[in-house]
């Protein structure tokens, strides 16, 4: 029995590469490059709606992952790598634990 997924909103990786952008929904394995980020943008919201449009089709709507969401701060890798106190630290290692 499918169940609708209520959710849909996952969250886009964005990356400057080369001169141009590359956007990502992980959960989809949903990839889109392109020289302008909005167009780029555009293509990856098509896409994935296609992926989401076929899986309702099919009666697989359930079946697609859950949008990931990363905590905004780790609070056991701050306090692992003892990085409490200075911020750009802090940052240096979420930004690698979240690449």
Not at 21 to 33: A, F, G, K, M, T
Not at 34 to 54: F, M, N, S, T
Not at 79 to 97: C, E, F, Q, V
């Amino acid at each position: 029995m499918a169940e609708t997924q209520s959710d849909m909103n996952y969250p886009i990786l964005v990356t400057e590469r080369d001169g141009g952008y590359e956007l990502r929904i992980r959960e989809l394995l949903l990839l889109v490059r392109g020289p302008d980020l909005q167009l780029a943008y555009d293509e990856l919201i098509k896409r994935k709606q296609e992926v989401i449009d076929a899986a309702r089709a099919v009666g697989a709507l359930d079946e697609l992952p859950p949008p990931d969401r990363p905590p905004l701060v780790d609070a056991d890798a701050i306090r692992a790598h003892g990085l409490s106190g200075d911020i750009r630290n802090l940052l240096r290692t979420l930004s690698k634990r979240f690449v």
